[in-house]
């Protein structure tokens, strides 16, 4: 059964930056997708960047295009979310996935998911 534990959220100034991190066990590298999602109160979960954890090709939705960033540390088994530029509208729960084998931003292709990390944006 596979872990993933999310950590590096809190709150920040708009225009601030943050990096999250989500740590795994049990997860096969090099298979399938790996992705961030968030979801803020009253709102619908949301696929934001996704990894092929193989090629490594990554995928972004346009709300965070050129502002956010997911890379991958197989050596510490270690998947990240590098994000700058940040705005108020950025707050909202923030939830890695892994196991994902059909849309790289759609959750319901996969199988593992974290407890999420909070990310708050003050103006």
């Known amino acids: 059964q596979a872990q993933l534990v999310e950590s590096g959220g809190g709150s920040v100034q708009a225009g601030g930056s943050l990096k999250l991190s989500c740590a795994t066990s049990g997860v096969t590298y090099g298979r399938n997708f790996m992705a961030w999602f968030r979801q803020a109160p009253g709102k619908e979960r949301v696929g934001i960047a996704a990894?092929?954890?193989?090629?490594?090709?990554?995928y972004y939705a346009d709300s965070v295009k050129g502002r956010f960033t997911i890379s991958q540390d197989i050596a510490k088994n270690t998947l990240y979310l590098q994000m700058n530029s940040l705005k108020t509208e950025d707050t909202s729960m923030y939830y890695c996935?892994?196991?994902?084998?059909?849309?790289?931003?759609?959750?319901?292709?996969?199988?593992?998911w974290g407890q999420g990390t909070q990310v708050t944006v003050s103006s």
């Open positions: 990894i092929d954890t193989g090629s490594e090709r990554t």
């Open positions: 996935a892994a196991g994902g084998w059909l849309g790289p931003l759609d959750g319901r292709t996969y199988k593992y």
